[in-house]
Nanobody, 127 residues
């Protein structure tokens, strides 16, 4: 079992930056591929970014955030991060962290590919 807890969400002005953190329980965090998803009111949850297990050598981003968001991991702290820059009002959403045990190098971009989910955290970008 893996428990995920997101933090770092808050209200920020358009053009600003924010870093989300997702802390995972357990001693085998490095074995898990990690991802971030988001859901806006009235919309389905959508993929944002993903990082492979172990060194995190592979990453993948949704077109809407590529070049603005950066996903990274720190295995010694059992934490994955989402650095969000040049934020836009359309980035407003509840952001979810997800985890799934995967082989080295695999990134997972679909909801169904993840076993464990955090409770979500609100990010609001004002115009």
């Amino acid at each position: 079992q893996v428990q995920l807890v997101e933090s770092g969400g808050e209200l920020v002005q358009a053009g600003g930056s924010l870093r989300l953190s997702c802390a995972a329980s357990g001693r085998t965090f490095s074995n898990y591929a990690m991802g971030w998803f988001r859901q806006s009111p009235g919309k389905e949850r959508e993929f944002v970014a993903a990082i492979s297990s172990w060194s995190g050598s592979n990453t993948y981003y949704a077109d809407s955030v590529r070049g603005r968001f950066i996903i990274s991991r720190e295995n010694g702290k059992n934490t994955v991060y989402l650095q969000m820059n040049s934020l836009k009002p359309e980035d407003t959403a509840v952001y979810y962290c997800a985890a799934d045990r995967r082989l080295v190098g695999v990134v997972v971009t679909t909801e169904t590919g993840y076993t464990y989910w955090g409770q979500g955290i609100q990010v609001t970008v004002s115009s």
